[in-house]
């Protein structure tokens, strides 16, 4: 995949964290895990751009680290809205799904980087 493939499928992401948020319902509990997943859900595609424009490889690792860490919390909250009961299961699992391969991208990304660069001690990070 490359950086511009990338680059569309975080920002589709984002997109589809953004209609998923503006699908639940208005209650307290849904306006905190809203505003909770759309931050995380929307830094995905931010934050990749940040790390395609990275001075160095080891910024880059730093900024994948990030990228991977939002994605996983956007999990972490599209769970809890499951879980909650704010929107049936079935209607979640694509989107976790892709949150969980953006995921996986990251931390091969990460590991690549950081296998060439051995200076960086994020290589180490499992």
Same mark, same amino acid.
């Given at each position: 995949?490359?950086?511009?493939?990338?680059?569309?499928?975080?920002?589709?992401?984002?997109? #589809?964290?953004?209609?998923?948020?503006?699908?639940? *319902?208005?209650?307290?509990?849904? #306006?905190?895990?809203?505003?909770?997943?759309?931050?995380?859900?929307?830094?995905?595609? !931010?934050?990749?751009?940040?790390?395609?424009?990275?001075?160095?490889?080891?910024?880059?690792?730093?900024?994948?680290?990030?990228?991977?860490?939002? !994605?996983?919390?956007?999990?972490?909250?599209?769970?809890?809205?499951?879980?909650?009961?704010?929107?049936? *299961?079935?209607?979640?699992? *694509?989107?976790?799904?892709? !949150?969980?391969?953006?995921? !996986?991208?990251?931390?091969?990304?990460? #590991?690549?980087?950081?296998?060439?660069? *051995?200076?960086?001690?994020?290589?180490?990070?499992?």
């Amino acid at each position: 995949m490359t950086e511009k493939d990338l680059k569309q499928r975080t920002k589709a992401f984002s997109l #589809r964290v953004l209609k998923l948020i503006d699908s639940l *319902p208005e209650t307290r509990a849904g #306006r905190i895990l809203s505003n909770q997943l759309g931050r995380s859900g929307t830094s995905v595609g !931010a934050n990749y751009r940040a790390a395609c424009r990275s001075r160095s490889e080891a910024e880059m690792i730093s900024k994948l680290s990030v990228v991977e860490e939002e !994605a996983d919390e956007s999990c972490f909250w599209m769970q809890l809205i499951s879980e909650h009961g704010l929107m049936l *299961p079935e209607k979640l699992v *694509p989107l976790l799904r892709e !949150a969980d391969e953006i995921t !996986a991208i990251m931390v091969a990304s990460r #590991r690549t980087l950081a296998a060439k660069n *051995p200076k960086s001690r994020i290589q180490h990070r499992k």
